[in-house]
């Protein structure tokens, strides 16, 4: 018989409450720490930047110029040497599933802004802005820092299917998801956003309007640069990212200028032409071509074949530029001149002949093949202007990149260890890389110094609903996103096969995406269009500077989580 005080009754093999322990990261105290220690971090080094700026030393030009310096060496360099160490064929076809997340999450932020406006009874163009700010977020600066940081503190993030997976690792790929998110919300925001949500509140009016800002923004490049002009550029390119070549498009433009400038009075062209001395110089049968030929010598610019030109000119081509040869001198100069000419000279009558042929030949053919080859050659020409102007530095160098990353070769001669491309090339561009970061960040508080001064409102519609405004738009940015993609996002982690869902930087990048506060560069947007500059402002800093921490906070604990349930 068992005495009373021996026994004890059994304990149930369930605990209806009890807490599962966590291996893959840290408790909740401790994972406060951590995040606190990395949104600190960020504010550490864009402080600099936002005291500089408010003390006025720090203006729109010269942010203006940081910015698109980073975009266009220090950006590029950061995106080779991160994406060209860590991609392979393999991973490349894993990467696809990026563009269809970013869809989605786009469709979900676009769904819960129509709600939003529709439950705060906004109209249409109040609407529009709710919209721009709940489907372009920050890809790029505050993410890619939180990334870096976050890679270094937590020790859950190591990918189990790498061999002696580590903490730069772990960043290097946090920043190649970051990347390809970027630039296709880049190629949205300049399309969509600017034009269509964020326009200015008489576009229907001024649509045809030749205005040089909107010119400049619809062929730029994308990026992450500011269009010139611009009151003041935030991050450009990465957030700021298509983009646009200032000095490119002013030199074009100045150029078609020059085809229509006519000097006034008489340019002498003294011991060039070999015209007859009796003949007078606007006389003759070449009296045409001298015309034409002093007006591109007086504005400097060289005589070429124009495409469309007609039989007359291809014709006189070669004495157009019969008339440009040299005095005789004597000596290695002059021998080198009269080479150097008839070598110009023989190349241009081949051209003129090549030229004469191939119409030939063309005005040869039926007539609808000739239309169909016409309209074939307008529109490749038209594709590969477009993907010129499309192109920036960033994307250059994301397509260096995967053309190394695919060649085993050539990976091996930037990166293995030992090399001298390594040692010199790679080297140097990854020192350029390491100033990519911190210069965004610096720029990124002076924006925020700027933006959240004191304004006064321009639009009166402005005064009346800039709280809704402001309500809206950080919930439809920063809270329903989050709510409606988390399930799906722990679903897609969980039975979705691709091999980078199980990469836990991967999940995380994917939930900082979905609650990131708006894009620095809408602000820009709004200056230029003159869309609630106020709001904007306001929305800024209640996002960067208010609900940063524990918007931040909540979202690693639930990639986290994410990460230990799919696993």
């Not at 990918?159 to 290097?172: S, Y």
């Amino acid at each position: 018989m068992v005495a009373m005080n021996d026994w004890t009754p059994e304990m149930p093999s369930f605990v209806p409450f009890k807490t599962k322990p966590h291996d893959s990261h840290p408790s909740i105290g401790h994972l406060t720490l951590l995040v606190f220690e990395a949104v600190m971090e960020v504010v550490c080094v864009a402080l600099p930047g936002y005291v500089i700026a408010r003390l006025g030393h720090f203006d729109a030009e010269k942010q203006k110029f940081l910015a698109n310096l980073n975009v266009q060496i220090f950006t590029p360099c950061l995106i080779f040497t991160k994406l060209a160490s860590q991609l392979n064929a393999s991973k490349l076809a894993d990467l696809a599933v990026i563009p269809v997340i970013f869809i989605i999450q786009t469709l979900v932020s676009y769904l819960v802004s129509l709600a939003v406006a529709k439950v705060c009874r906004l109209k249409k163009r109040p609407a529009n802005f709710v919209t721009a700010m709940a489907v372009f977020g920050n890809s790029n600066s505050l993410p890619i820092s939180l990334v870096i940081s976050l890679s270094q503190t937590l020790k859950g993030l190591h990918w189990d299917r790498i061999p002696g997976d580590n903490d730069d690792e772990v960043a290097a790929r946090g920043i190649l998801y970051l990347m390809i998110f970027q630039q296709l919300g880049q190629l949205v925001r300049w399309t969509w956003g600017y034009n269509v949500l964020l326009a200015p509140k008489k576009a229907e009016d001024d649509y045809d309007s030749d205005s040089d800002d909107t010119r400049t923004l619809e062929e730029g490049n994308n990026v992450d640069e500011a269009p010139p002009g611009a009151g003041g550029v935030l991050i450009p390119g990465l957030d700021s990212g298509l983009v646009h070549d200032n000095a490119h498009e002013d030199g074009n433009r100045s150029s078609d200028e020059s085809d229509v400038y006519e000097p006034s009075g008489r340019t002498p062209v003294a011991n060039t032409s070999r015209a007859s001395p009796n003949e007078s110089e606007d006389e003759g049968p070449d009296a045409a071509l001298i015309k034409k030929r002093r007006k591109y010598k007086a504005n400097g610019t060289p005589f070429t074949l124009p495409n469309n030109a007609s039989d007359d000119e291809i014709m006189s081509f070669p004495r157009m530029h019969e008339l440009d040869e040299p005095e005789p001198s004597s000596g290695i100069k002059g021998l080198f001149l009269r080479a150097k000419f008839g070598i110009k000279r023989n190349w241009l009558a081949l051209k003129v002949k090549l030229t004469r042929a191939s119409r030939r030949a063309f005005h040869g053919l039926p007539v609808p093949l000739q239309t169909a080859l016409v309209k074939i050659g307008h529109g490749t020409s038209r594709f590969f202007k477009g993907l010129a102007e499309f192109m920036n530095p960033p994307l250059w160098a994301m397509l260096i990149a995967i053309v190394v990353a695919s060649v085993p070769d050539l990976q091996r001669l930037f990166f293995q260890d030992g090399s001298f491309i390594k040692n010199s090339v790679t080297s140097a561009v990854s020192s350029s890389a390491g100033v990519a970061v911190p210069l965004i960040l610096v720029v990124l508080g002076a924006n925020l110094a700027r933006n959240t001064q004191s304004q006064e409102a321009k639009d009166p519609e402005e005064e009346q609903i800039g709280t809704r405004l402001l309500v809206a738009s950080l919930v439809s940015r920063m809270l329903l996103p989050t709510i409606v993609m988390a399930p799906m996002l722990a679903l897609i982690a969980k039975y979705v096969p691709v091999s980078i869902l199980d990469d836990p930087i991967f999940v995380v990048v994917c939930f900082l995406l979905s609650g990131a506060p708006s894009a620095l560069q809408l602000a820009q947007i709004c200056q230029l269009n003159e869309v609630y500059e106020l709001v904007m402002s306001k929305i800024l800093f209640q996002s960067y500077v208010v609900w940063i921490l524990p918007s931040t906070l909540v979202l690693v604990m639930l990639a986290l989580e994410t990460v230990e349930w799919a696993t």
